[in-house]
T-cell receptor, first 111, second 111 residues
Framework: DSGVTQTPKHLITATGQRVTLRCSPR?????VYWYQQSLDQGLQFLIQ???????AKGNILERFSAQQFPDLHSELNLSSLELGDSALYFC??????????FGPGTRLTVL | GQNIDQPTEMTATEGAIVQINCTYQ??????LFWYQQHAGEAPTFLSY????GLEEKGRFSSFLSRSKGYSYLLLKELQMKDSASYLC????????????FGAGTRLAVHP
């Protein structure tokens, strides 16, 4: 158990819908990261927040957005969902810019 | 570019030693990470190399040569539970932090 928590564990929704994934970092960690893992793409970096500020962006679609709240938890919002958005979404956290520890993931299925 | 290459699959025998190679073309990698991931689960941190040389941690060791863009993960005294995917990732930082992952090497350990 890394100490990073993610909810929900599983999410099934329809195309065109919007969902919110939630992540709580390890106690004391200020950085939160989001990654997407699909069967044909491997683990892809989406975005990093540090102490509430966006610090790095990867291949994150415009339909996706994220934020980190004052209590340091983070949410990833996915809208206008498409079949291809079906994937495992992982959150990771680190103290600052060091080793990242991953949460258990949210499995999103878009039907 | 930031390509990371590693073999897709490997097999080994319980009790043996296996070496998983990772090569990369990097612009800006400041360290090399190895993670273990069982199917459907979170990646688990194994090791981090920032300097050239060998880092040993129990049954697992990791090596880095920055000039050659080469790393390997060495697993000794293989156990059945070591059957998993092993992900090589380059760390990119500079006021931010992100991991660029290879596609992973799926290791099957058989009796």
């Amino acid at each position: 158990d890394s100490g990073v928590t993610q909810t929900p564990k599983h999410l099934i929704t329809a195309t065109g819908q919007r969902v919110t994934l939630r992540c709580s970092p390890r106690s004391g960690d200020l950085s939160v990261y989001w990654y997407q893992q699909s069967l044909d793409q491997g683990l892809q970096f989406l975005i990093q927040y540090y102490n509430g500020e966006e610090r790095a962006k990867g291949n994150i679609l415009e339909r996706f957005s994220a934020q980190q709240f004052p209590d340091l938890h983070s949410e990833l919002n996915l809208s206008s969902l498409e079949l291809g958005d079906s994937a495992l979404y992982f959150c990771a956290s680190s103290v600052a810019f060091d080793t990242q520890y991953f949460g258990p993931g949210t499995r999103l299925t878009v039907l | 570019g930031q390509n990371i290459d590693q073999p897709t699959e490997m097999t080994a025998t319980e009790g043996a030693i296996v070496q998983i190679n990772c090569t990369y073309q990097t612009s800006g990698f400041n360290g090399l990470f190895w993670y273990q991931q069982h199917a459907g689960e979170a990646p688990t941190f194994l090791s981090y190399n920032v300097l050239d040389g060998l880092e040993e941690k129990g049954r697992f060791s990791s090596f880095l040569s920055r000039s050659k863009g080469y790393s390997y993960l060495l697993l000794k005294e293989l156990q059945m539970k070591d059957s998993a995917s092993y992900l090589c990732a380059g760390g990119v930082s500079g006021g931010y932090n992100k991991l660029i992952f290879g596609a992973g090497t799926r290791l099957a350990v058989h009796p």
